[in-house]
């Protein structure tokens, strides 16, 4: 068991909740899919760390990874819309050429965070400095193999339907901008990457 006041370094996602619960309860996971959720009973249990990568797509575009105390961001979009008047960034949330409302490619050069010094992703590290190149050394060869051996399928949520928004939350009545629901129609999510 992970003792009080230890933080373990063990990079998590909500995919490995499932796998990790079928453990925990004696189940073996089903075998007719690929599984990308991991068991981290080991670190839960015996602080055993499993090293690995996590990615961030949208579509089928590879927008971020994290590698060990690293994130690497090949994609910027944070898309709060584009009307100042109605859509910005909270208070102490813009970062110059990171929180941006159109999208960025930065597969040439991608904007990196160490993750332990910075977890709230507000200080890029300088792409001119030591830290970013050994980062880099790091991430840009495990990046490169996964596209190399990935094989791509159909993402779940690929399709996008204007309905299922959220288009009178509590308080768009104080902003005078609230919006009437659309009809319902599912499409294919066009992603402009």
């Not at 977890?119 to 990046?143: C, D, F, R, T």
């Amino acid at each position: 068991t992970i003792k009080p006041g230890q933080i373990p370094p063990q990079l998590g996602t909500i995919m490995d909740l499932f796998t990790t619960s079928l453990h925990l309860a004696g189940v073996e996971p089903p075998t007719d899919r690929i599984i990308d959720g991991i068991d981290l009973s080991p670190t839960l249990m015996g602080g055993q760390i499993t090293d690995r990568p996590v990615w961030y797509y949208r579509g089928n575009e590879m927008m971020a990874v994290r590698v060990g105390h690293y994130k690497a961001h090949y994609w910027l979009w944070t898309e709060f819309g584009k009307d100042p008047n109605y859509f910005s960034f909270c208070p102490g949330q813009l970062v110059p050429n990171v929180t941006v409302h159109d999208q960025v490619n930065h597969t040439d050069a991608p904007v990196v965070f160490n993750i332990n010094m910075d977890p709230g992703e507000k200080h890029p590290l300088s792409q001119k400095s030591g830290e970013y190149k050994n980062a880099m050394k790091i991430i840009a060869p495990i990046v490169d193999e996964h596209k190399r051996t990935l094989i791509k399928g159909e993402p779940s949520l690929n399709y996008c339907d204007n309905a299922v928004m959220n288009w009178a939350p509590k308080g768009c009545e104080d902003l005078n901008y609230c919006l009437p629901q659309p009809e319902s129609k599912p499409k294919l999510c066009p992603w402009s990457h």
